[in-house]
């Protein structure tokens, strides 16, 4: 989540180690395929929720940040993300990405400064997508593209079926209510963009699909890990919706999931619009 307003929705993931591992395991091409094509040498992009900053720096080569070209902007609410994202730009060579603090409500930015504005897997985590999709609008310049894609929770679906794993989507969907969020927010955002003024709204899916045997083993171990070890089950705990037997026995059954059939897709719901 990026903002740090008093009345927005709490981070469901949270910050630890396991949950920074997990998103920097993703790219711009298993992540951001659809905008790709729109990019091009010498644009200027924000990245607002730029996480451990793997995507920001793909979306950096794009535009060829690196060189000069061009220019990116990797933006957090908190610290500790951009920690490990300067790590990685080090190690990638990539000195001229910018990584900030600041409020996906009140963007540190002047109007029109940026071709193209960025959220990945932002809006699920906030109380008001609608408003945070209009501060990304004014940013971002008269033509250019402000672009969103996040997962739907509830249409989530697996093979073999596990009692645990669907215990583990039905705790993960209220508590991210009980935190002030929408973990269904792929299908909502073609709606949240109309209603935040954007035009020219054209709304895709795609998907994560983990069916060989380094995905299965991915996603199952990240999410064994984050079940007990984030803030997912410090809120579970806080919100009375799952105690430490309960996580445990969900944690189990992400490690059991694995097999030479197993199957999980995530599906994305995916927007590009004009400011």
Known sequence: MISNDE????????????VLASHGARTAATSAAYLLPHLSPGMRL?????????????????VDGITGAGQVVGLENVEAPLEAARALAAARGDERTRWE????????????????????????????????????????????????????????????RSAGMA??????????RANGAESDAGRRLLEW?????????????STWCYADEAGREYWAGTWSRRVTDSDFADGCRRHGLADDEQLARMAQAWREWPGPDSWFVVVHGEILARP
Do not use: I, K
């Not at 607002?48 to 950096?60: E, I």
């Open 167 to 176: 215990d583990w989507l039905d705790t993960y969907r209220r508590l991210a």
């Open 101 to 160: 603090v600041g409020d996906v409500y009140a963007l540190p930015f002047d109007d029109d400064s940026f071709d193209v504005v960025h959220a990945h897997q932002v809006l699920q985590h906030l109380a008001d997508p609608v408003a945070a999709l209009a501060e990304m609008a004014r940013v971002a310049r008269p033509g250019g593209l402000v672009a969103a894609r996040d997962a739907d929770y509830e249409a989530m679906t697996w093979h073999p």
């Open 193 to 205: 963009a109309h209603a935040a003024g954007l035009t020219e709204v054209s709304a895709s899916a």
């Open 46 to 62: 924000l990245d607002v929720g730029c996480g451990p900053g793997s995507v920001t720096l793909d979306l950096a080569q794009a």
């Open 7 to 18: 009345n927005s929705a709490v981070y469901t993931h949270g910050h630890a180690a396991s």
